[in-house]
């Protein structure tokens, strides 16, 4: 995506947006968490985005990848990504970050900057900071156990950690004041550092948590736990789903496929420690 395709870039704002929807408004409301480390092009630095997409209950129980978009059939067609929220943040400032507090809403210099962009379909939402556009163009929903587990999308626009006062000061400070932009694929988001050097610099997926809650059209959430709360599927940096929790930092419920991986892993590493030669404690005490 070139820059010159962009529109101005957004600056990081020291927005006051409210509350997170704790309940959805809009029928169909799917939303994701991410939340992964930058990676060595830009140490100590995190980002953290937030998305809310609507589709339809017929949508939702589809199978598979679903086309999106005018003209092209299919129960996802009407889908649409409605809001992005973004956050650089210093990681050695700032722990993981919930979206159901409204500090995470906050920018806090120079230890990290908040962007919102929303659809003109949500104009007046108060979260928004008044940046509303046509900025999205999501291309494909992938639907597994009638829960949204992956989108493709672009984002049109960049975004600029500086602050907006002086144009100069980078916000967060371990972003270097670079410009970065987000794109989406079915696997995960994919955030670029556009003036790098060498750039553009993709993010590492390491490390990658990906959280996305599915509700019904009338607004229920479609899985919930034995206590009412909304259960949402948790993936791994290549888009697997590993399991069912209620927050991207909760512990989860692995799904079968994912139970069989982390069987497979944990099978894996117990071999390599037989062909060592060392015990099982002392190999979990020298890991990372």
Same mark, same amino acid.
């Given at each position: 995506?070139?820059?010159? !395709?962009?529109?101005? =870039?957004?600056?990081?704002?020291?927005?006051?947006?409210?509350?997170?929807?704790?309940?959805?408004?809009?029928?169909?409301?799917? !939303?994701? !968490?991410?939340?992964?480390?930058? #990676?060595?092009?830009?140490?100590?630095?995190?980002? *953290?985005?937030?998305?809310?997409?609507?589709?339809?209950?017929?949508?939702?129980?589809?199978?598979?990848?679903?086309?999106?978009?005018?003209?092209?059939?299919?129960?996802?067609?009407?889908?649409?990504?409605? =809001?992005?929220?973004?956050? $650089?943040?210093?990681?050695?400032?700032?722990?993981? +970050?919930?979206?159901?507090?409204?500090? *995470?809403?906050?920018?806090?210099?120079?230890?990290?900057?908040?962007?919102?962009?929303?659809?003109?379909?949500?104009?007046?939402?108060?979260?928004?900071?008044?940046?509303?556009?046509?900025?999205?163009?999501?291309?494909?929903?992938?639907?597994?156990?009638?829960?949204?587990?992956?989108?493709?999308?672009?984002?049109?626009?960049?975004?600029?950690?500086?602050?907006?006062?002086?144009?100069?000061?980078?916000?967060?400070? *371990?972003? $270097?004041?670079?410009?970065?932009?987000?794109?989406?694929?079915?696997?995960?988001?994919? +955030?670029?550092?556009?003036?790098?050097?060498?750039? &553009?610099?993709?993010? !590492?997926?390491? #490390?990658?948590?990906?959280? +996305?809650?599915?509700?019904?059209?009338?607004?229920?959430?479609?899985?919930?736990?034995?206590?009412?709360?909304? $259960?949402?599927?948790? $993936?791994?940096?290549?888009?697997?789903?590993?399991?069912?929790?209620?927050?991207?930092?909760?512990?989860?419920?692995?799904?079968?496929?994912?139970?069989?991986?982390?069987?497979?892993?944990?099978?894996?590493?117990?071999?390599?420690?037989?062909?060592?030669?060392?015990?099982?404690?002392?190999?979990?005490?020298?890991? &990372?």
């Amino acid at each position: 995506m070139s820059l010159k !395709s962009l529109p101005a =870039a957004l600056k990081t704002a020291a927005l006051s947006l409210g509350l997170l929807l704790q309940a959805p408004v809009h029928a169909g409301l799917i !939303s994701g !968490s991410w939340d992964p480390e930058f #990676g060595p092009a830009l140490p100590h630095l995190s980002w *953290s985005a937030y998305a809310e997409l609507t589709a339809s209950d017929d949508c939702t129980a589809a199978v598979g990848d679903q086309t999106v978009g005018a003209g092209t059939g299919g129960p996802c067609a009407d889908a649409r990504v409605n =809001a992005l929220f973004l956050q $650089l943040y210093n990681t050695t400032s700032f722990g993981a +970050l919930d979206w159901g507090l409204p500090s *995470s809403y906050s920018s806090s210099p120079p230890h990290s900057a908040t962007f919102a962009i929303c659809d003109t379909n949500l104009y007046g939402d108060s979260r928004c900071g008044g940046n509303f556009w046509n900025y999205f163009s999501l291309s494909a929903l992938r639907i597994e156990g009638g829960s949204v587990v992956g989108l493709q999308a672009t984002v049109n626009t960049s975004f600029l950690a500086q602050d907006p006062g002086t144009g100069t000061d980078p916000w967060p400070s *371990s972003s $270097l004041g670079k410009l970065f932009s987000l794109k989406f694929t079915l696997e995960g988001p994919e +955030l670029y550092c556009q003036d790098c050097t060498g750039g &553009p610099i993709k993010s !590492s997926s390491e #490390g990658l948590r990906q959280f +996305l809650v599915t509700y019904k059209d009338n607004g229920q959430a479609k899985f919930t736990d034995s206590t009412g709360k909304a $259960l949402g599927v948790v $993936l791994d940096d290549k888009g697997q789903v590993l399991g069912r929790a209620t927050s991207i930092n909760a512990q989860f419920v692995p799904e079968p496929g994912g139970l069989a991986l982390v069987l497979a892993a944990l099978g894996a590493a117990a071999l390599a420690r037989r062909r060592r030669g060392l015990p099982a404690t002392a190999a979990r005490r020298h890991a &990372p």
